[in-house]
Nanobody, 127 residues
Framework: QVQLVESGGGLVQAGDSLRLSCAAS????????IGWFRQTPGKKREFVAA????????YYADSMKGRFTISRDNAKNTVYLQMNSLKPEDTAVYYC????????????????????WGQGTQVTVSS
């Protein structure tokens, strides 16, 4: 069983930065692929970024490339999402997810491929 806890959300202004953290309670954290997703009311969960088990490979949704950076510290069982140049349309609940599988690059963005989810952290960007 993997427990994930997100933190770092909040209310910021457009153009500001935030760093989200996803802390995992699991013995072999380095065996898990981690993804970040976000969701707004009435919409499907949207892929943001993902990172491979060792941190070698990262994947981003096109709209986040160049603004968001995903990284991990396996010694701390934590994955980070650095979000820069935030826009009002980035407002959402952000979730991290974990899975012990590895896939082709196109699969990292599919929420159904992840078995474990955190409770989410709210990010609100004002204009």
């Amino acid at each position: 069983q993997v427990q994930l806890v997100e933190s770092g959300g909040g209310l910021v202004q457009a153009g500001d930065s935030l760093r989200l953290s996803c802390a995992a309670s699991v013995r072999s954290f380095s065996s898990y692929t981690i993804g970040w997703f976000r969701q707004t009311p009435g919409k499907k969960r949207e892929f943001v970024a993902a990172i491979s088990r060792g941190g070698t490979f990262t994947y981003y949704a096109d709209s986040m490339k160049g603004r968001f950076t995903i990284s991990r510290d396996n010694a701390k069982n934590t994955v980070y999402l650095q979000m820069n140049s935030l826009k009002p349309e980035d407002t959402a609940v952000y979730y991290c997810a974990a899975d012990s599988s590895t896939w082709g690059s196109s699969a990292y963005g599919q929420p159904a491929n992840y078995d474990y989810w955190g409770q989410g952290t709210q990010v609100t960007v004002s204009s």
